[in-house]
């Protein structure tokens, strides 16, 4: 289930769809990073209110739409 980061959110990565922009770890620094190979390293700790801006441009942001905001207490 999608979530607003206005509630307890975080973001995961499909990994299928991730093509290794980086464009998410420009956007999202705070919490994504890029492993050797362009591939994100996502923080799953949930999402303060004060990043929530850099979250949802980044998850606009991804080209091939591999990143989603969902609640944070799903596994
Ligand atoms: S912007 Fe999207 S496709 Fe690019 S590395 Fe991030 S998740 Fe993957």
Redo the contacts with the bound molecule.
Sequence with gaps: MSATVTEKAKIV?NPI?????????ELFPER?T?DEW???IIDPRPIPEHLAEHARR?VA????L??ILCDADEP
């Design positions: 990565v769809a991730c093509a290794a922009h980086g464009v998410c770890a994504i890029i362009g591939y994100p980044a942001a991804c080209p091939t591999a990143l």
